[in-house]
């Protein structure tokens, strides 16, 4: 006897949203039961692109629906913690686009809100989805690279310029979920500097340097002001190294046989070891088709998913302080 299907509604058509709409409708145990926009533009298009969908007008109708099962919330940055709040208390599983919160208050308001409701709370850190930082987490969940000495990643671009977050919060909430996911733990030091060069108020380039208890240390180069496009990571470890590429076609994954041994003769002397390298093979599934799914077999097994709203909550907490440690260090004149 066949599964009886999750009932997802889409609040928020803007730039993300319909590509979470067009996930969910795929899903063989999902049925896509509505999607909402403030902006008649946006419903005409949904409706167009998902015949057969109930289309309203906010999130009220989403959540007066006693057969939606779950909402999928994406929805401008500043409302994400009072709409989970509101999903929540409905009595409905609830998917909400990264970050959680802009603040720990809030984001801890909304996990609170899950933990009352007994519902699912699920955050859109979409990169902890991808193949190839899930091979990245194996390799070093295995041992494969050695004790991990540090983390490194460049998000670049010469990219949309936004008035409502800065780079830290636009770009650094995807690195910082996946330092966090490799670390395992959080960093007892979070530093940040940055520069506001074309809107004031507004950093487009942010440098963040982060220490953790184990003795790992991590560097995050975020930034829209950027000749170069660039979305990668570099695990340094005692035994091997790793890249993530995400902007590679091929081989996103590299593999570096490099490292320091200790010379033969011993003496305290360390040699260089400059081996080869190799790309493991990664699935071809998108991203988001996969962090979909997890949202739906969370709700389905009843248990946590991979990012749930206590990761959400990790992460909001080191945006907090990479954003007061930014704003203490700014420029006096910015």
Sequence with gaps: MAQQKITVGVAGLGYWGPNLARNFAGLEDCELRWVADRSPQARERAARQFPGVRVGEDLDALLADPELDAVVL????PDHAAHAVAVLEAGKHCFVEKPLA????????????????????????????HPGVRKLKELTDGGELGRIYYIYGNRLN???????????????????SVVLALAGEEPSEAV???????RAGVEDVVFCYLRFPSGLAAHLHLSWLDPHKERRFTVVGAQRMATFDDMAVEGKITVYDKGFDEAPAGYG???????????????SVEPLRLECQEFIDSIREDRPARSDGASGLRVVRVLERLENSLKSSARADG
């Excluded at 310029?161 to 919060?169: C, M, Q, S």
């Design 192 to 198: 940040a500097h940055g520069e506001a060069y074309v």
């Design 158 to 176: 010469l990219g949309k310029l936004r008035a409502d977050e800065n780079a830290l919060w636009s770009l650094g909430a995807h690195d910082v």
């Design 74 to 77: 994406a929805t401008p940055v």
């Design 269 to 283: 002397e360390w040699v260089t070891r400059s081996g080869g390298t190799y790309s493991p093979r990664l699935d």
């Design 102 to 129: 802009q603040s720990v208050a809030d984001a801890e308001r909304a996990v609170a809100a899950a933990q009352r409701s007994g519902r699912q709370l699920m955050v859109g850190h979409l990169l902890e989805y």
